[in-house]
């Protein structure tokens, strides 16, 4: 981490923390798509099939176009696939397809040079471009550092020629599983390191007099991709830079927890102002990625043109008193006191589920919040992800509660009860107020809005050591709103316990995704878990928050439940399962990824809080096992290496016993349970 992090203002790096406001970057032209600007927030994303599979390459691009893609990745591994690049382009061409075109490198500069003339753009990976990856530590000198930059520089800059003459953009795409040694050995494995990678070929760049670029600063931990990020935004501003940004959280996985990992990232920055372009990395078709995408996007597209704000002076608007307690690039939860030691302080953030207008004569109902109930034994066994309050209004259950479920009532309806033990009453402000001899000494909860901080109402609040504050907004983006809550919070320097409770209508159809192949259930669901993964998501990256509450009248409880954990899962807030790190497959993976993560998902999933990674092939995968306990990694046709951690464990196992040899692993390091029957 930069030495000087934690003193920079917060609000450096966006044009305001507590109004949107869209950071507008340098307009960069990608055929006849241009980003940055003014232009809308572009979407994109990557073909999976051999790029020498010529036919194959273009039917999926095809496909991925219809479902929303406007720039299409597609991997050059060498230059017989950037000389293929070519072909497939006529292809294209000739069946009205004028999608631009966008050549990945990784290793192979010579490829890279001969993409550059044939595509629209090039990403490169700095961390691999000229480097090599070996894990040494290496104590350079700055002499010697400097002599590293110039044998890089030498490689580099043809490449940045070729671009100029042909009118070629590109991507510097900065990469935390590929950072190299060099990087590693200076900065190590932190968000300054992967900013440094990415402005040493910047400044690489200018110095050449070529500005065509984007940038991008990709994790599988969405918490170290906000936060890299956000220092690359401050950094291009110290140096007189706003290049675009493309946006992205690299190895997200698939289904519920792909969606989940993205929206946290990718939406907590375009919460921020931040992002020309964004890709969603699932381990699913190419094809689903797009809508995900667009789903995200549209939530700013009207903001968006209320924003054009000059890029190159964003400010700070609040005081230095906070930027003394709080810094956007590195995680520390906001200091409070523990409540009736069971929230706040050191506790994991809790769950609340709205079970008001449920069925409460049946007490299975509550298998929805993670609580199993078993007729013959009369009792509940909890599941990983059990919530921790049920808010029942002013509904009273006709069966008895499990003894470690705490119920939230309206205060009103808290009066009556008689047995009040796990009970706790929610409070309005004036309620709260006014019962100073009928307050709960357990736990006291009191909706509030940002509003409120300012009323003389809230100047009269006694602070007891029971109160928890349930931060509520009506608004549809009212992260901003929020979070200005919690920076009043510790300028104020109060430590109240916060819950964040957020209500959505999602019985409006979204527009940008096909009606027919999908129920309004399926897509309702996807809409929470991306709405509510930026909006609370943004919040607990930066350690805001001390529980949440989803509001979602037209969906099921257990989907609400497991989109709650999920984004506690995402923001490494609260480990309630295995988490897999997958990536989304390219023309170079050796092995069919969603076959195998579903394989290897089916044998582990009750692993809870072990991190697992599943790489198609080298390119990011020993890399990104930094954030991951163990690694499955293709090194060949029908061959895997096996990892623990960055270490290479085992080398060219057989695929058909690979699964079998990393459990074994996992088992030898006592790190294995059996799965419940």
Not at 441 to 467: E, K, Q
Not at 603 to 621: A, E, Q
Not at 638 to 658: F, P, S, W
Request: hydrophobic letters at 35%; one cysteine or more.
């Amino acid at each position: 981490m930069n030495a000087d992090a934690d003193k920079v203002l917060p609000g450096k790096y966006c044009n305001s923390l507590t109004d949107y406001s869209r950071f507008v970057t340098r307009e960069v032209f990608i055929g006849d798509v241009p980003m940055g600007g003014n232009n809308p927030i572009r979407i994109q994303s990557m073909t999976t099939t051999d790029t020498m599979d010529t036919i194959g390459t273009v039917e999926q691009t095809i496909r991925m176009v219809n479902a929303g893609c406007e720039y299409v990745r597609i991997t050059a591994p060498s230059i017989k696939e950037a000389n293929n690049l070519a072909e497939i382009k006529k292809q294209l061409r000739m069946r009205g397809c004028n999608v631009p075109l966008v050549a990945d490198i990784h290793f192979t500069p010579n490829a890279a040079e001969v993409a550059a003339r044939i595509v629209e753009k090039v990403r490169v990976n700095p961390g691999n471009y000229a480097d090599k990856k070996k894990f040494d530590q290496i104590d350079y000198t700055d002499a010697q550092y400097q002599n590293e930059l110039d044998r890089i520089y030498q490689k580099f800059a043809p490449l940045v020629a070729v671009c100029k003459e042909y009118g070629t953009a590109m991507r510097i795409g900065t990469n935390h599983g590929s950072l190299s040694d060099r990087i590693m050995s200076r900065y190590g494995d932190t968000p300054q390191g992967m900013v440094e990678s990415a402005m040493e070929f910047m400044r690489m760049c200018e110095q050449l007099n070529y500005y065509n670029l984007v940038v991008s600063m990709k994790s599988s931990n969405p918490q170290v991709m906000v936060q890299a990020y956000r220092l690359l935004v401050e950094t291009m501003v110290a140096e007189g830079m706003n290049y675009p940004l493309h946006l992205g959280v690299t190895e997200a996985g698939d289904g519920e927890d792909g969606r989940i990992k993205s929206a946290v990232g990718i939406g907590t920055l375009l919460e921020d102002g931040l992002g020309d372009t964004v890709r969603v990395s699932l381990t699913e078709e190419p094809e689903a990625e797009a809508p995900v995408a667009i789903a995200l996007v549209n939530r700013y597209s009207e903001r968006s043109q209320k924003s054009k704000v000059k890029s190159q002076n964003p400010s700070a608007d609040f005081g230095l008193k906070t930027s003394d307690l709080y810094s956007p690039y590195e995680y520390k939860k906001r200091e409070t006191y523990e409540a009736n030691a069971f929230i706040g302080g050191h506790m994991v953030p809790r769950v609340v589920v709205d079970l008001e207008h449920a069925n409460l004569k049946d007490p299975a109902v509550l298998g929805a919040a993670g609580y199993i109930y078993s007729p013959l034994l009369d009792k509940y066994n909890m599941g990983e992800q059990s919530v921790d309050f049920v808010f029942l209004g002013d509904s009273l259950p006709s069966f008895n509660m499990p003894g470690n479920l705490r119920q939230l009532y309206n205060y009103k309806t808290w009066q009556t009860l008689a047995n009040k033990t796990l009970c706790h009453p929610l409070f309005t402000l004036d309620e709260y107020i006014a019962a100073d001899t009928d307050r709960s000494s357990a736990l006291n909860l009191v909706r509030i809005t940002h509003a409120d901080l300012d009323t003389d109402a809230f100047g009269a609040i006694p602070l007891d050591a029971s109160l928890v504050f349930v931060l509520e907004t009506t608004q549809l983006h009212g992260m901003a709103d929020q979070r200005s809550f919690f920076l009043k919070m510790l300028e104020m320097e109060l430590d109240v316990p916060v819950i964040v409770k957020r209500s959505y209508d999602l019985s409006q159809k979204s527009k940008v995704r096909s009606q027919n192949e999908t129920s309004d259930l399926e897509l309702q669901t996807t809409d929470l878990q991306l709405f509510a993964s930026t909006d609370l998501g943004a919040l607990l990256v930066d350690g805001f928050g001390d529980g949440i509450w989803i509001d979602a009248p037209q969906l099921p409880a257990d989907v609400i439940t497991s989109t709650a954990f999920g984004i506690l899962q995402a923001t490494r807030s609260r480990i309630s399962k295995t988490e897999y790190i997958s990536c989304p497959s390219c023309g170079r993976t050796l092995f069919d990824l969603m076959v195998t993560t579903q394989m290897i998902r089916s044998r582990t999933s009750h692993l809870k809080g072990l991190k697992i990674g599943i790489m198609g092939c080298i390119v990011n995968g020993p890399g990104e096992m930094a954030d991951a306990d163990y690694g499955y990694v293709g090194s060949g046709p029908d061959k895997i290496t096996l990892y623990r951690g960055k270490e290479v464990v085992k080398k060219n196992v057989n695929t058909d016993k690979a699964l079998d040899e990393l459990i074994g692993i996992i088992k030898n390091d006592g790190n294995w349970i059996d799965p419940v029957e």
